[in-house]
């Protein structure tokens, strides 16, 4: 909610501040010159990054206006891994093998559908809870594996808001793109034309600037900022359920072991140690 009205302020306080002091509206409302920035600004886009990237940046966008990762989230995720570590400790970690085989159809997971909606963070969990089960590694060799795969994965979550930002601090420069070429076309009918015409190009000219810097400013800045903050948050989450398979790994018992996840989170949203010990006596 907080993005729509954000963005809703931008457009009302610009526009509304442009009417008030005498503008016209439809003097902003020039087609070809979003065609030029924004075309110009995309073939930017997919120059500079893989193919598959338009579409993750597309889909995390629409996801902003409503962030999954909220203090129920939190506390489903806790559970969750209270829930398996709890089972592994009393019948054994064989006792958990079906469960990470299939988790869609294990009883545990599928209690908590916002994380098996998660198919990268399921992976995530059941790989290193099979190398776990192998007996065969030491809980610093396991936390030396989790932080190279955190390193890749921060590359990964973050590329998308490194993307948007790359292009909204191209955006000024593609406005001014369009206002040169309306100078030039301004330029060429010099001989002909009158006053109001040349006014007019001109205008149309400056409207190109004043849209790739709106748009680099108050849209397409603001929204790489919410991408590098989403992906920090969703990197914190792993980075919590780390915390709790080293401590396990380390033989802390279940109850200890997910409040080192639960003290990893960001303070924001995260669960009281009072609300996830009434959390784990319900599962």
Not at 87 to 101: F, H, N, P, Q
Not at 110 to 131: N, T
Not at 234 to 252: D, P, Q, R
Request: charged share 20%; net charge negative; aromatic share 8%.
């Amino acid at each position: 909610m907080a993005k729509i009205i954000g963005i809703i302020v931008v457009f009302a306080c610009v526009l509304g501040g442009f009417v008030a002091s005498g503008g016209k509206i439809m003097a902003l409302v020039h087609p070809f010159e979003v065609l030029i920035i924004g075309g110009a600004a995309l073939g930017a886009f997919l120059q500079s990054n893989p193919g598959s990237m338009f579409m993750t940046v597309f889909k995390k966008s629409l996801k902003m206006f409503k962030s999954r990762f909220t203090h129920d989230y939190y506390l489903e995720v806790l559970r969750l891994l209270y829930e398996i570590l709890n089972k592994a400790r009393r019948e054994g970690m064989m006792a958990i093998e079906a469960d990470l085989e299939d988790p869609a159809a294990s009883p545990i997971f599928s209690k908590y559908p916002a994380v098996l909606g998660d198919e990268r963070m399921v992976a995530f969990i059941c790989d290193y809870l099979r190398i776990m089960s192998s007996g065969n590694m030491a809980p610093h060799e396991l936390e030396g594996l989790f932080d190279m795969e955190l390193v890749g994965l921060k590359e990964e979550l973050e590329h998308p808001a490194h993307a948007v930002a790359k292009v909204a601090d191209g955006m000024p420069a593609m406005g001014i793109v369009a206002a040169v070429l309306g100078i030039v076309i301004t330029m060429s009918i010099l001989a002909e034309a009158d006053n109001a015409q040349i006014g007019e190009k001109v205008g149309t000219a400056l409207v190109g600037t004043f849209l790739g810097i709106l748009a680099s400013y108050g849209f397409f800045g603001p929204l790489a900022a919410a991408l590098e903050h989403d992906a920090k948050e969703e990197l914190n989450v792993y980075e919590a359920i780390k915390a709790g398979l080293v401590a396990s790994a380390s033989g802390m018992p279940p109850t200890l072991a997910v409040e080192f996840s639960r003290k990893t989170l960001y303070p924001a949203h995260r669960p009281s140690f009072s609300e996830l010990e009434q959390a784990m006596r319900g599962s």
